[in-house]
C-alpha cells in the first residue's frame, strides 16, 4: 500500500501544482493574473461593522486579478475556472490583505478532504485525470461539487471589472462600540456583473481578460463596492463548502469602494503574497481549517516560484 502523505499546507501546494502539470515558477493557485493599483475610500457605516483602520479609513490599494487554477496559460474563456480578485487595504500599520473569488464556497471543508479532492484529479501518464477516481471522490463527498456547480450556473465571466467576487470564509468583525459578529465579503462591480453568451465566449481571443480590464481602467469604470453580509443566529461559520441561509437576500453594509486606476508591474505583486492572516485589528481570523491553512501554504508556494 502506497504511503498515503499527510494534509499539511506543503502537501496541498505539491498536490495543486501536480494537477497544473507541474509549470515551475508560478503560483500553485490563481497562476495566471495582473497586477494593478487603486485607492479605497471607506463609507459613513464602515465603523458601524468594524473598527478596523484599513476599512475606517482611505487608503492607497495594491490588488491582483487572476484566473483559478495552477495553468498561467489557461484561456480566459474557460468557464470551469474562478476569477479571483486579491487586494491590500490600509497602510502599514494598519494592513489588511482581502483574497475573494468568484464563487461564495470553497471546494473543500477540511485540509484532508482538499488533498484527497486534488489527488483524485491529478493527471496519470496519458495527461488526464482518472475520471472514474473523480466520480467515485465526488458521489462520497458531494460537497465538494457545490463550488463547481455554482460556476457552471452561470455564464461566463465577461470582465474581470464585471464580477462579483466572494470572501468564502465568516470572519468576526469588532465596531467601534466593540461588539464582535461574523461577516462575509463580498466585492461586488458597481456596474453589475459583466456575462457572456457561448457564441460571445466562442468569439473572444484566449487573453482577453487583460485588454478588456485596461480600457475599462481608463474608462473609469472599473470600480467595487466592499460589502459586508451579516450573519444570523446559526449560520455556519467553519464550513466553507455551504453558504449562509438566503445570502443572496442577506442584510449587508457597504464598507467603502475601491477604484482601480492602473496596472503595476506584476513583480510588484509577485515579490510577496497576499497573506490572509494580515487583518488589522477589528477583523479576525475565521476558525475553519481551510483560512488557518492559507498562510503557511502561501508562504510555501512562494519559495517554491522563486
Given amino acids: 500500500m502506497p504511503e ?12 495543486l501544482k501536480a494537477v497544473a502539470g507541474n509549470p515551475p515558477k508560478v503560483r500553485a493557485s490563481f497562476a ?25 479609513r482611505p487608503s492607497r490599494v495594491l490588488a491582483r486579478f487572476s484566473v483559478g487554477g495552477g495553468n498561467p496559460n489557461v484561456a480566459d474563456t474557460n468557464n470551469l475556472v474562478l476569477r479571483g480578485f486579491s487586494f491590500k487595504l490600509g497602510d502599514e500599520k494598519h494592513r489588511s490583505d482581502i483574497l475573494a473569488e468568484s464563487a461564495p464556497v470553497h471546494f473543500a471543508r477540511t485540509l484532508d478532504q482538499m488533498l484527497a479532492f486534488l489527488e483524485a484529479r491529478i493527471p496519470g501518464a496519458d495527461g488526464k485525470p482518472d475520471m472514474a477516481k473523480v466520480k467515485a471522490f465526488s458521489a462520497a463527498n458531494p460537497e465538494t461539487l457545490n463550488q463547481a456547480n455554482y460556476i457552471a450556473a452561470r455564464r461566463l465571466p465577461g470582465s474581470l471589472a464585471g464580477t462579483t467576487y466572494w470572501g ?11 461588539e464582535t459578529r461574523f461577516i462575509k465579503f463580498k466585492v461586488a462591480p458597481a456596474g453589475g456583473d459583466i456575462t457572456l ?17 485596461g480600457t475599462r481602467i481608463a474608462a473609469g469604470d472599473a470600480r467595487f ?4 453580509l451579516l450573519d444570523r443566529p446559526g449560520d455556519p461559520t467553519e464550513d466553507v463548502t455551504i453558504r449562509w ?6 442584510e449587508e453594509v457597504r464598507l467603502g469602494t475601491i477604484v482601480i486606476t492602473g496596472f503595476e508591474p506584476n513583480e510588484a505583486c509577485d515579490a510577496s503574497i497576499f497573506n490572509p492572516a494580515n487583518l488589522a485589528d477589528g477583523i479576525g481570523h475565521p ?20
Fill in 245 to 250: 441561509p438566503e445570502e443572496d437576500h442577506r
Fill in 4 to 15: 498515503i502523505p499527510a494534509a499539511t499546507p506543503a502537501a496541498i501546494v505539491d498536490a
Fill in 287 to 306: 476558525p475553519d481549517e481551510i483560512f488557518a491553512a492559507r498562510r503557511p501554504a502561501y508562504t510555501i508556494s512562494l519559495a517554491k516560484r522563486r
Fill in 32 to 56: 495566471k493574473g495582473w497586477c494593478v493599483r487603486g485607492t479605497y475610500a471607506p463609507s459613513d457605516h464602515a465603523g458601524e461593522v468594524t473598527r478596523s483602520q484599513s476599512f475606517t
Fill in 197 to 213: 453568451s457561448e457564441d460571445e465566449a466562442r468569439a473572444k481571443p484566449a487573453d482577453f481578460l487583460r485588454d478588456d480590464l
Fill in 225 to 228: 463596492n466592499v460589502m459586508a
Fill in 168 to 178: 468564502v470564509h465568516a470572519f468576526p468583525a469588532t465596531n467601534e462600540q466593540g
